[in-house]
């Protein structure tokens, strides 16, 4: 083999009159009259490579040999191409290389599918033949930009003194929160390791260690139902820092982020990024995360109709509920009744019992329920600054459903009326969180965010009283309706961690079972801290204009938890479950 | 909270009449008539905050209440310090903060040992503790330079053109090489997916994308009984290429190693470093890592004793062993009879059935075996260079158990007689391994590296007829007598790699179900790769000075593969043993 001088696409004019000797694997093969045209691709891109009689017969004999695929090593001299012969769509479309010499480096078989973009294929067969989906320009580019963009986030959190720190894979199962991939022990039988769901717990004590800025780059698993942009392995961002405030912490990664969206794609982002507290953002958009590249916002009503003869309004209102408008603008003629009754049937998935609407026409309101509003048609037309074309469409019920179903619907009118510049990059920070949720379900409180969240100090003694009015120095970082991750101050200090365990409904045994290491660690000196975590996998999905994670991970699982490459998860053999003391329970290990 | 404006450590005398706010912890306090000296310490160092009734009574009588360990916020005025008080042990030591404000930012426990370097603590205790036991300096600063290293790997490589890519945790188990950390399936009930023993095949796959150069800094997994240097997980530094030669492999590595030693040790490496072959390696040390700090050569006798009245050495070289020597210069003295028994002792347990001796004295050969030697003592104590004063050491046995009991003795006689300069970092290449060993229990060949491992083209015809004489694609980096990584060009051709596997005993059908997808992959215009392995704990461990990768790890287990800070492994809850399928066999879950 001779040394390869330089990558297929990056051969240009500045080369033109030199010898170069590329690698690279057949794209496509034109044999024109004596001649034969390759283009051959490498990982930077394509070049056309000549065969001609004139610069070697031995290597033009090769070339008839060769088809799509082949693995080939070509040395020869670039030469400009004739004006016709310009192809102005590649960046090397205007030189072409006179093949002297040429090796088949190795074969190949007829591909399952093309190896190029755009190819309708199954995602199975791509995941099947990954490393032939990965040969695509398109996932090769996904893949680069997630270098550049780990590169970007390592280079600006090195400068700013955070110490790249690794913790454990093999960890201890705890029950809050997802499900944990568990690790049968062979030496300890009988017990198991926990994959990590985050390095929640070691990067705090890494703060009681004194390291004082903790980053890492790091793999977390959840045994979860798998969902579009879900995997049973993902990748975290996580940061962590003592000392500073939860703004101070926001700024940082926001000065991170612009550093990110300057070097993938050369975009300026405005700091400091907008904040909004989490309230205002349920109230306003119906969404923890909302994605604020486009209006339609939610509108509050209740007042207007809290005494209307349309007893669904009025009811709701009096049993608690409310009612909440959105004014699709203009978009009174986009939507018939039948299509109405379709975002009817799509808020219901939400819990909505039902969605009433009016157009406004130049006359008026119209709509099955305009005759409630004859007397208020004013002050709802003022309210939703309604004009005629508008649509509005109503929800009312608890507070919780109508922001579920109009968040929901703010969305799909948004896509339905093609408001989204998806060429915009909207960050949104989200703060000032609930510090617990209620689960009517389980008639008990659980952490918004997790048991370690610190609450807000002047909330401190709310805890033990009325814990659901307490909030938390928590904040998410939301992009274009993606929660791309979340932060918080923690608790430092013992006896707040013991009040949040308790608010958990954590006896004081099962919190020192489960986390006894950690009060203990906060007894000797604990700092304030707090950190964030970011979802990699989402963040490079978003800069790649993806909708799937899948499309930015290189050997992702399909599904169904598998991966038809390797065929994992597989059966083992039954010396390897014995050593673990462990027995299979069912028949068949089906599928 | 006030904003820190400087790290404790870096308080120097360039903040002299300058306000500066410091965090950190309470490493030791002085009262001194009426003034409280307080010893702050951050990541970054020492410094000497003084409270005095002249600059803040309130501060003063805060700093009363304040013990080992606290947390404080203090802001103060840097000052020198009068020339009596200085201080040169510390980079601080000329200057000290005079306190305007404290505040304790959290208090601290009486902590179950000392927070300084050098103190007598058992390991267990340490990783119960471990957050205070990383907050000594040392295991800091071996935390920093871990940072450190990895920086500088990613650093390179980056600018070499590598793209850092993920592969997954979740793969496949593999029965070959190490036993595997098994994850059972939920969705796939009595599946299990493996923990890698490192990304191998996904390596090799994105090299089969195109990827062309592919790093990871990535972890791995074995349930391998522990050892000092082992750990159930560890780091490996991932390197795969495409198109490249194992010499320009070696290159790149040797000069990514050297940008690390000179970045984090201040060490100009000479490059190239030495290469030697594997045959030689073995022949000179009797280790294919060996220490090359020191000499101590292994010298071959055999010719001479062949027809020695002397049956154990002319009785091993009848029997096709061999009888080899090693010259400890001017240890004579060193050892007494007793001490010389214990020296057999200790090569009887690398399968020595005895260590013969000779002492060099003006007269000539002393000792039992003296006798037979009347002869030939010219000429062995030519071929030994032997010299009054000299111990020399034999062992006469199989080649294999030669080479084991004299290289381990080497090491030993080395650490014995001081000879090994611990300032210095001795890099070597271990090159033409062979491809194969026989597994003389099992009556078969398992592969030297792994079963990917390129023969040597001129060997690959001998697969079928004489594995054990091919000789491999293969190199290793040792540094100081550990083996720091392995690399080697792969096998990319179908018909090579089924020969390889037929060599391992695998019938078609075994290669099919184990490594299918990797034939296929290779049947698809797989390009010639290669690569590396390093293990980055190992390397750390060495530029440390330390003797344990537990040292370099910040959350390590325990030597029976647990973590006494979290208790892992654990029981976990019998639901989610079900969820699993799975039930354990043995009564009492017991350690």
């Known amino acids: 083999m001779s040394k390869r001088t330089i990558y297929c696409g990056q051969v240009s004019e500045a080369q033109i009159g030199q010898t170069v000797t590329l690698k690279g694997w057949v794209q496509k093969r034109r044999d024109l009259g004596g001649l034969i045209f390759i283009d051959l691709r490498d990982r930077e891109g394509i070049v056309q490579v000549v065969f001609n009689p004139d610069f070697s017969k031995e290597a033009l004999t090769g070339a008839e040999q060769v088809r799509s695929e082949y693995v080939l090593e070509v040395t020869g001299t670039v030469v400009a191409r004739a004006e016709a012969a310009i192809n102005p769509n590649i960046s090397t479309g205007k ?168 070097e993938t794609k050369g975009v300026t982002l405005q700091l400091p990024l907008p904040r909004m507290s989490y309230d205002e953002a349920m109230d306003r958009y119906g969404s923890d995360k909302p994605d604020v590249r486009f209006d339609l916002e939610l509108q509050q009503i209740s007042d207007l109709v809290a005494n209307s003869d349309f007893k669904v309004f009025s009811g709701a209102v009096a049993n608690g509920g409310e009612v909440k408008a959105i004014n699709a603008k203009g978009a009174a003629a986009n939507y018939s009744r039948k299509d109405i009754d379709a975002l009817g049937e799509f808020v219901g998935r939400y819990g909505a019992k039902g969605l009433a609407w009016l157009k406004v026409e130049e006359e008026g309101l119209k709509g099955p329920i305009a005759k409630f509003f004859e007397a208020d048609a004013a002050a709802l037309i003022e309210r939703l600054a309604a004009e005629p074309g508008d649509l509005l469409l109503f929800v009312a019920d608890q507070k919780s459903v109508v922001a579920d179903a109009l968040g929901a619907l703010r969305g799909r009118l948004a896509r339905d009326l093609d408001l989204i510049d998806e060429s915009v990059f909207e960050f949104l920070w989200i703060v000032d969180w609930p510090l617990l949720e209620y689960d009517e379900e389980n008639g008990r409180y659980t952490s918004a965010h997790h048991p370690f969240t610190m609450p807000k100090a002047e909330h401190i003694s709310l805890l033990e009283t009325d814990p659901g009015a307490v909030y938390a120095e928590a904040y998410d970082i939301v992009l274009n309706g993606y929660e791309l991750g979340g932060g918080s ?72 938890a598998a991966d038809p490459l390797t065929e994992a998860p597989s059966e083992v053999a039954t010396a390897q479950l014995q050593e673990l003391a462990l027995e299979i329970t069912i028949e068949e290990a089906g599928e």
């Open 489 to 560: 101050l923690r608790i430092y200090q013992r006896e707040v961690q013991e009040k949040m365990f308790a608010a958990l409904g954590f006896t004081e045994e099962e919190a020192k079972a489960q986390f006894g290491f950690l009060l203990d660690a906060l007894e000797y000196g604990f700092p304030p801290h707090g950190g964030i975590a970011l979802g990699l996998d989402r963040l490079v999905m978003l800069l790649a204009g993806k909708d799937n994670i899948r499309e930015v991970i290189a050997f992702p699982k399909n599904g169904r």
């Open 95 to 262: 030189i072409e290389v006179e093949v002297k010499e040429m090796t088949v480096l190795n074969t190949a078989k007829t591909t399952p599918f093309y190896i190029e973009d755009g190819v309708s294929v199954s995602d199975e067969l791509r995941l099947q033949y990954r490393y032939l989906d990965l040969r695509r320009p398109e996932m090769a580019n996904s893949l680069k930009l997630r270098h550049q963009t780990t590169k970007t986030i390592r280079n600006y959190l090195d400068e700013q003194g955070f110490l790249d720190t690794e913790t454990p894979y093999l960890t201890k199962s705890t029950p809050e929160g997802a499900r944990d991939y568990l690790v049968p022990s062979r030496v300890h039988p009988g017990h198991f390791y926990a994959l990590p769901q985050s390095p929640q717990l070691f990067k705090q004590l890494l703060m009681g260690a004194g390291f004082d800025r903790y980053y890492q780059i790091v793999r977390c698993f959840r045994d979860e139902d798998l969902r579009g942009d879900r995997q049973p392995e993902f990748t975290q961002v996580d940061i962590e820092t003592s000392f500073l405030s939860a703004e101070e912490i926001q700024t940082m990664t926001e000065e991170m982020l612009a550093k990110v969206m300057l």
